[in-house]
């Protein structure tokens, strides 16, 4: 059985129909951050459960109810959730921690060390710069973390 996770950040308040279909399916959706609006986090409810933390962008009240980080548990796997990879405060390996997620730099990424899998999904929102629109998705399977960064198109 494949538990499949989808993995979002910098959406800076823009959920595009591209994501919300690439999303479709997911048993749930971890948001890294720069939500930019709570109406992002409504419409991704909507899709699947959602684990989401707040980025520098998310000054507003609405922001205020979710936190710098996040552990969470999903299918037998720990995942460790915060805005800016450089703020990492935590030795994941040490911890037992299977992947950390993050967002902030708008370029998505793919890597281990240590045997923890380090993953950034890239920006799902407005353009910056020449980067893509990107989202990731990861499957738990019996054969550990299968993840895989996917391109949303030109937008």
Excluded: C
């Excluded at 986090?41 to 109810?65: E, H, K, M, Y």
Aim: aromatic fraction near 4%; charged fraction near 15%; proline fraction near 6%.
């Amino acid at each position: 059985m494949t538990f499949r996770i989808g993995i979002i950040s910098d959406t800076h308040g823009l959920l595009r129909p591209e994501a919300e279909r690439r999303l479709a399916g997911v048993n749930h959706i971890i948001h890294g951050g720069d939500i930019g609006s709570p109406d992002v986090i409504a419409a991704l409810q909507q899709i699947a459960p959602v684990t989401a933390i707040r980025g520098n962008v998310d000054t507003a009240g609405w922001a205020s109810t979710y936190a710098d980080t996040a552990l969470v548990r999903l299918a037998g796997r720990t995942f460790y959730v915060l805005h800016d990879l450089k703020t990492l405060q935590v030795s994941p390996a040490a911890l037992g921690i299977d992947m950390v997620v993050s967002g902030h730099s708008h370029v998505p990424k793919l890597k281990t060390v240590d045997g923890v899998l380090y993953l950034n999904p890239g920006s799902a929102g407005h353009r910056r710069f020449k980067l893509p629109i990107t989202l990731a998705t990861v499957d738990i399977t019996p054969d550990g973390l299968q993840p895989a960064i996917h391109d949303l198109g030109s937008g």
